[in-house]
């Protein structure tokens, strides 16, 4: 099956585990990457800065209305809620949800409405519910979802909240998600 879409949301201690998932993704990875990470409402592109030294992969902080590539990783602007539209991103300044803006579960949920059985969702290290609620809606459309074993995140709370609640498709160490990823997208191999 071909996917349109990688979602992945993080909180607390996401810097470090969203580089050793994109580091160890090839240059011709091409299903584009959306990313919210918690942060605070004042924090520069400082992220996409740090990322891109370990990732050949384009990645960019998210403008309104900007088109969705192949090939790229999208990271939700801070204080901004990231949504996905059809072949385009938009953004939003509603009310936080669960204390987060940019929101996992907003992300996750419009990824859903657009991509359904045609995105991969995936959960990281965090330290509240954001994402669960977004991890199901993925799941009820068909879509494939990962979330991070909890005994290798730096904060298990939001890997175990999302594993207690949606029955998901797999449950790996953080090494292994991009590995899957790269199988998942490209069962024929390079």
């Known amino acids: 099956m071909a996917f349109n879409l990688v979602a992945i949301g993080t909180s607390l201690g996401g810097l470090s585990a969203l580089k050793i998932v994109l580091q160890n993704l090839p240059e011709r990875f091409i299903t584009p990457i959306a990313i919210a990470q918690h942060r605070h409402k004042e924090s520069d592109n ?112 939001l890997p175990r909240a999302a594993i207690s609640t949606v029955q998901v498709d797999s449950i790996l160490p953080l090494p292994c998600i991009a590995p899957y990823l790269v199988h998942l997208c490209n069962p024929a191999g390079w």
Do not use: W
Request: a negative charge; proline letters at 6%.
């Open 46 to 157: 400082t992220l996409s800065s740090l990322l891109q030294q370990f990732t050949g992969l384009p990645i960019h902080e998210v403008e309104d209305k900007q088109k969705i590539l192949p090939g790229h990783v999208y990271i939700a602007p801070a204080d901004y809620h990231l949504l996905v539209e059809a072949g385009h991103f938009s953004l939003s300044t509603d009310e936080p949800v669960s204390y987060a803006r940019p929101s996992i579960d907003v992300l996750l949920e419009s990824a859903a409405d657009v991509y359904g059985s045609q995105m991969i969702a995936i959960l990281l290290t965090g330290a509240n519910r954001d994402g669960v609620q977004g991890l199901a809606a993925v799941k009820a459309r068909g879509g494939v979802t990962i979330v991070q074993e909890p005994q290798t995140a730096e904060s298990p709370i």
